[in-house]
């Protein structure tokens, strides 16, 4: 082996870069001065892209796969720096590793409450939380953008941000989508779809894609959720004061239970002491409804083989003043088994036994 051959086997570099941290999403390969020698090999593996930046300026990105660094294989870098072909000089240059995995289950939720108008409850405030993914879709956007010099980023770096986008993508998809706060549980599906939508032309920005987004909860502040769920409970309980007598009545007829029979007693003792302080502070208790009004029979009179009517009883009365209902008329009702005799109902016999007073000036 000739020195030349030496040397030329100790210029040839191996760069690749594997990953533990699950949390690395750019990574610098470290080189002395930065120095890449001709021919060197370099491996990028699934889930991976490499980014070549020359004297500042973004040159290659390289897909998964094996490359020797030549100048047919990197045809950027050739027009940017003139080579010795001879020598087969070195170059400066810095390799940035991109991973392009997901990164998942990443957390998102609403520090504040949002304000939003319901349909059903009015002015209300809700939170929500759920998680989401990311991933680099463009590294050479990315690294410019986002990245810059920095030698080891990690998703810690830019979820802050992300995070921030969601919930003001959320507030706004949330306060504009008219959907009650009840029926939110059953549309949480479509509300991430149509918050990743809306967050993407952003994440594009940034050379990045959030290709899942997940809302996991939408809770009502502690005060409305007591009150609703007290209003579930009125719901189910369904008529209260039917609801009390069959609760008294369970508790009374527990046969051959101690506690059936103690319950009871106190649910009696309860109800008596209720009573009783209604008694002491005045309050009346409330009187059940009256009866319907009776039933106004109307009268139908035979004569001569016609009959007449219906006549209201105040009529009857009338016809008995002017003599043309007598006791021996035929009258019959709704309900009366055939025709009588006036003097025979008696409703209408009380019609003959009431005399008018004398007229005046006699």
Known sequence: MGIFDFLTGEFIDVIHWTDNTRDTMVWRFEREDHEIKYGAKLTVREGQAAVFVHEGQLADVFTPGLYMLETNNMPIMTTLQHWDHGFKSPFKSEIYFVNTTRFSNLKWGTKNPIMLR??????????????????????????????????EFTMDEISYQIRNIIVQEFSRAIASSGIPVLDMAANTADLGKLIANAIDPTMKQYGLTIPE??????????????????????????????????????????????????????????????????????????????????????????????????????????????????????????????????????????????????????
């Open 118 to 151: 319901d349909p059903e409850f009015g002015p209300t405030r809700l939170r929500a939380f759920g998680t989401y993914t990311v991933k680099v879709a463009d590294p050479a956007v990315f690294l410019r953008e986002i990245v810059g010099t920095d030698g």
């Open 213 to 362: 987004l997940y809302i996991e909860n939408i809770s009502l502040p502690p005060a409305v959720e007591e009150a609703l769920d007290a209003r579930t409970s009125r719901g189910m309980a369904g008529n209260l004061d039917e609801h009390m007598k069959w609760k008294a009545a369970e508790s009374m007829t527990m046969e051959g239970s101690a506690a059936g029979g103690a319950m009871g007693m106190g649910m009696g003792a309860g109800l008596g002491m209720q009573m009783g302080n209604m008694i002491q502070s005045g309050a009346t208790p409330v009187a059940a409804p009256p009866p319907p009004p009776p039933v106004e029979h109307v009268w139908h009179i035979a004569e001569g083989g016609e009959v007449s009517g219906p006549f209201s009883k105040a009529a009857m009365g009338r016809k008995v003043t002017d003599g043309s209902l007598t006791r021996d008329s035929m009258v019959w009702t709704q309900g009366q088994d055939g025709w009588m005799r006036a003097e025979d109902v008696a409703e209408l016999a009380q019609l003959f036994t009431v005399m008018p007073p004398p007229p005046p000036g006699t």
